[in-house]
């Protein structure tokens, strides 16, 4: 009986030893910050003996770090900031003496700086996709302490983004998501978020199931600094959970040096999935490139509205060029500015958005421009024709002086609008080249136009009135009153210094009035005498054509 008792504690001590040394001294890197997978794992498991349930992190970064190692007496780095040159994304795996029935896997996204050269994606979806792929259990740890529905939404849509692009799990496994809030939870709503994040994933079909593929609890994890009491309560209740998961239908215990192996080939097919698929960072950095492309392409729309308008109507807008290049280039500012901040990931995006806008923005103003310099040399070539008819109307012939002076006339008057004009930042054609231009094209028109009918037609008409006879009167009898009329002050004296006189004739002459404004009242007239301060004198007129 003794010696039985003996054996059996021998067996119990060679078994809590073996367990004892089956912990790793340290966690192991499965998969590179540059999403590289680790071959070194598998000899490092080897020490590690036992078959065990894989339970995985997603999210939290630090807090995920702190947490296994205050629940499981992991040893992962908590340090705030990293060692120079050190990126602490990636996979890690580590084995805990205090839970010796799971392999513990930390995954956490690199930084967005920290590009993969080789064509890998090591994002927040591409690690969720590797924890629910590997893991029987899933600790999510949501981005913040108090999420709203569409930040829980957001962060279980990154998880299971690309999930629904890998392959179907066989023989019906489903996988725990434990979600670990920072206080209260209602696993109602937590799971109401999860399934329309998962919902999104698979494009809004019905199949799979989100209870076919996943149980959700949550657990209420606060920092222990802030309720020891409900830190421990909740620590006892995850351990109690995680111990039962083979028990529980969630997945098979398998022996740690199939760990690495199997956590290679789901490495794999998540990134053959995402081959082709930029990375989260890169995704939301292209977003943010295109939101301020859309933001300032509509901001400049809205301020090239009214001077669209206006150059319809056939305007030319003054001081175009200045206002065009102030919109060209805060337009430009206003989308650097919004893009200052994105990384080297996505600058081609960025710098090929910024071209795009520019080039667009320089067509609506070019266009605008022409629009302006087409109307103002029209309006001012118009002028030039009208000026020319009227000189042939008058002489029947245009002297080339006469030419030459309405041509610099004309140039004058366009080169004076067309400088107001000119956008500097589009880079065409000067003011002086624009004047030279107009200057060329005014002369061809004036060449054409002083051979036109309508030119010709002034000409022969002045000639016409030059040689024909003077029209006569209509046959009758004409009448009309011409009234004439002086008014003699004795203004400043009287002495005659000051004289006017205004008068009308109708074209007919048999109609007329004039009067006479003088200072000479104190001068005598002929008989010797003041003349009267005012006299009136009518006048019948009669015209008698036969």
């Given at each position: 009986f003794f010696s039985a008792i003996g054996h059996e504690s021998l067996t119990m001590i060679s078994l809590l030893s073996s367990l004892s040394v089956a912990a790793l001294d340290a966690p192991v890197p499965l998969i590179s910050p540059?999403?590289?997978?680790?071959?070194?794992?598998?000899?490092?498991?080897?020490?590690v003996g036992g078959a065990r349930s894989v339970v995985a992190t997603v999210g939290g970064r630090l807090r995920a770090r702190r947490l296994l190692n205050s629940i499981f007496a992991t040893e992962f780095d908590t340090a705030r900031a990293p060692a120079a040159g050190e990126d602490r994304g990636g996979a890690y795996v580590a084995a805990s003496p205090q839970a010796p029935e799971l392999l513990l896997v930390h995954t956490e996204a690199a930084s967005a700086g920290e590009a993969c050269e080789d064509?890998?994606?090591?994002?927040?979806?591409?690690?969720g996709c590797f924890a629910l792929g590997l893991a029987d259990a899933v600790l999510v740890l949501p981005?913040?302490?108090e999420p709203t529905r569409p930040v829980l939404v957001s962060a279980y849509e990154e998880i299971f983004a690309q999930l629904a692009a890998t392959a179907e799990p066989t023989d019906g496994k489903r996988t725990l998501l434990v979600h670990l809030a920072q206080s209260a939870a209602d696993a109602a709503a937590?799971?109401?978020?999860?399934?329309d994040a998962w919902a999104a994933a698979c494009g809004g079909g019905a199949e799979p199931?989100?209870?076919?593929?996943?149980?959700?609890?949550?657990?209420?994890?606060?920092?222990?600094?802030?309720?020891?009491?409900?830190f421990s309560a909740g620590a006892t209740e995850l351990r109690t959970r995680l111990r039962t998961l083979a028990r529980d239908g969630f997945g098979t215990p398998i022996a740690a040096t199939e760990v690495a192996a199997r956590a290679?080939?789901?490495?794999?097919?998540?990134?053959?999935?995402?081959?082709?698929?930029?990375?989260?960072?890169?995704?939301?950095e292209r977003y943010q490139a295109a939101r301020a492309y859309e933001a300032s392409m509509e901001a400049a729309v809205l301020k090239l509205r009214p001077l669209s308008a206006a150059v319809a109507k056939g305007r030319v807008i003054d001081g175009f060029g200045a206002a065009a290049d102030s919109l060209l280039n805060g337009t430009l500012a206003h989308y650097d500015d919004a893009v200052a901040d994105v990384s080297g990931i996505t600058a081609e995006l960025v710098a090929r958005r910024r071209a795009i806008l520019s080039k667009q923005l320089q067509a609506d103003v070019k266009e605008l421009f022409s629009k302006q310099q087409r109307s103002l040399a029209r309006s001012v070539c118009k002028r030039y024709e009208r000026q020319l008819l009227a000189v042939m109307e008058r002489a029947g012939n245009v002297a080339q002086y006469q030419r030459d002076r309405l041509r610099k006339n004309a140039e004058r008057a366009y080169d004076a609008q067309v400088a107001s004009l000119v956008v500097p930042s589009l880079g065409g054609p000067t003011r002086a080249q624009l004047t030279q231009s107009f200057s060329a094209q005014l002369t061809a028109f004036a060449d054409r136009l002083v051979e036109s009918p309508s030119m010709q037609l002034q000409a022969l008409g002045a000639t016409r009135r030059r040689v024909s006879?003077?029209?006569k009167p209509p046959k009758g009898l004409r009448w009309g009153l011409?009234?004439?009329?002086?008014?003699?002050?004795?203004w400043g004296g009287g002495g005659g210094n000051l004289q006017t006189f205004a008068g009308y004739q109708t074209p007919d002459g048999m109609w007329s009035a004039h009067g006479l404004l003088a200072n000479d009242g104190a001068i005598a007239d002929s008989s010797g005498s003041e003349p009267p301060p005012l006299r009136m004198q009518p006048k019948l007129n009669v015209d008698l054509s036969l």
């Open positions: 540059r999403g590289d997978f680790q071959p070194a794992a598998a000899s490092e498991l080897a020490s064509g890998a994606v090591a994002d927040e979806s591409a690690f981005p913040c302490a937590i799971k109401s978020a999860a399934m199931s989100f209870d076919s593929r996943f149980e959700l609890t949550a657990i209420a994890l606060p920092s222990s600094a802030v309720d020891a009491d409900a290679e080939a789901v490495w794999l097919a998540v990134q053959s999935a995402a081959s082709g698929r930029p990375g989260g960072a890169a995704l939301r006879k003077p029209a011409a009234l004439t009329g002086a008014m003699r002050t004795k």
